[in-house]
Every structure is written in structure tokens, then in C-alpha cells.
């Protein structure tokens, strides 16, 4: 069954690395293409440091690479983005009606709404960031909202950095019922807390940096390279570890969007000359 589900939607699932001015990843979320959009979660829309942002798509061998495109960041969201449909933060929509990924299909979303506990699902996306694509299977562990009344689906796949963003499929029907969304668990927000709380160090520390000395050493400069190792510590554990808890927001915000003409919504069209970067 899983076997069918990878078949069926691989091609359409594209990872998303968000470069800095120097070409380096710092952030990578997984995406999957719907009609003429890409389809991610809202983190997408926050990443201030990035530059550039690579969409990749990989054929059945999960590594080959089927279609490319760098963009800057800037137009990315600018001119591509299709609003904010989720005040909450849990999705991202980009017109990507561009050459480039023409052939790229596109997967189905599901109409379903109410989940049986217990029942099978799939997601496919790209663990640690690595540029393989990679399936997972679990089941419906349990459907809950969240205190916006956002609904999610908890399901027992294992999921990892770089799989926010993710397809999650019904290996039934081959449809789409929820983006996976790693960083909305426990996990992910005590590392933001913790991330908060050592900038806050650091700032504090640097106000006093060189007002106090014992012989040649500065025990603030001492101070602060153990904060920049437990803020190094934080985002190397949160990076490489993975939850076998994992929540997908389910389709009732996004539905609609794609059930109706999209080109009667208001915004703004992605440019008609192709100026891009393929590769």
C-alpha cells in the first residue's frame, strides 16, 4: 500500500531551502504542489534572514532531481505568496504557475473531515533537511483543536526537521488530509523559549563586556561564548532529533481556496517573465 502512495505522490512533493546571502541553508521546510500552487506551511513566511529560496522536486528514486528553481526570497513573498489564509500560522500558499513546473503534477486534497481513529496515513517529506525524499507511515492517533478551534490530526509517524510542510495522505484514496507541522509540538516551542531566553542572555551580557576584568581574561567574554554554545547546543538537538508524536492541521482553512476559481482572489500575479534561477 505504502508502495502505491509513493508512486502516486512523489513527484509532487518539493523541498524548499531557504539560503542566506553566503548560499547557506539555514532553514528547510518540505512543500507539495496543488494545481498551479505550492502548498507549505506558514513558516514559510518567516524565515527574515533568508535570501534566496530553492524549490526542488526528485523523481522515484528519490533523489534525482526533476525540476529546480532558485527565487529571491524578497518575491517569493511578494509576489508569489497567495495572502494569509491562516491568522494561526499553519499554512502558506505560492502561485507557482511558472514554466519551470508545468509538468510537476499535482495532488488531490481531501474532502474528508471527519478521521477514524485508527486508520492508516502516509507523509512524505525530507527528514533533516537531507535532500532525499523519504516516506513515513503511522496511523490516526487521535483528532483534536487546538484554542483557536484549529483542528489537527495526531498520528504516530515518526517526523523530523525538515518535514514541516509535508503531504499527509490517506493511502486509501491518495488524497491530502493535513499538512504535517513539527514545530506546533511541545518539543519545538520550548526550543524557541529556550532560543529567547539566551539572546536575552547575551544581550544583557554584552552591555557589561569589558567593565570587568581578573588579569587578562573578561569573564563576560567567558559568559557569552557559553551562551553562543548552548544556543549552538539547542539548535543541533531540536535539528537532529525526531518525535514520534506528530500533529498535521487538517484542510478546513484551505478547501475552499481550492475548490473555487482562484483567480478571483486578491493577489498579487507571479511575474509573466521568467526571471528566476533554474538549478
Known sequence: MLSNVWTSCHASVCQLN???????????????????????????????????????FVDADANTVTASMKIPYAEFIKELRIGV??????????????PDFASIPSLKLSEQRNFIVGSSVAALGFNFGYSNLAITSGIVSSVFANAEGVRFI??????????????LVDPMTMEVVGIVSRRNTPASKANTQLKGIISTNLSELKKV??????????????????????????????????????????????????????????????????????G
Request: aromatic share 12%; hydrophobic share 40%.
Open 85 to 98: 489564509l491562516d491568522s494561526n500560522g499553519h499554512y502558506a500558499i505560492f502561485n507557482i504557475d511558472l
Open 209 to 278: 563586556e569589558t567593565l570587568v576584568r581578573f588579569g587578562d581574561i573578561d569573564p563576560i567574554q567567558v559568559l557569552i561564548a557559553n551562551q553562543n554554545q548552548l544556543q549552538l547546543l539547542a539548535n543541533i538537538i531540536y535539528k537532529y532529533s525526531s518525535t514520534s508524536v506528530s500533529q498535521a492541521v487538517t484542510l478546513d482553512g484551505i478547501i475552499s481556496f481550492f475548490n473555487e476559481d482562484a483567480s478571483h482572489l486578491d493577489f498579487e500575479e507571479a511575474p509573466k517573465e521568467h526571471k528566476y534561477f533554474n
Open 18 to 56: 531557504f539560503l542566506n546571502e553566503r548560499g547557506i541553508c539555514i532553514d528547510s521546510l518540505t512543500g507539495f504542489k496543488v494545481k498551479n500552487f505550492l502548498v507549505t506551511t506558514q513558516h514559510a513566511f518567516c524565515l527574515e534572514k533568508a535570501h534566496k529560496v530553492q524549490i526542488v
Open 154 to 167: 495526531q498520528f504516530d509517524g515518526q517526523v523530523s526537521y525538515g518535514h514541516s510542510g509535508s503531504p
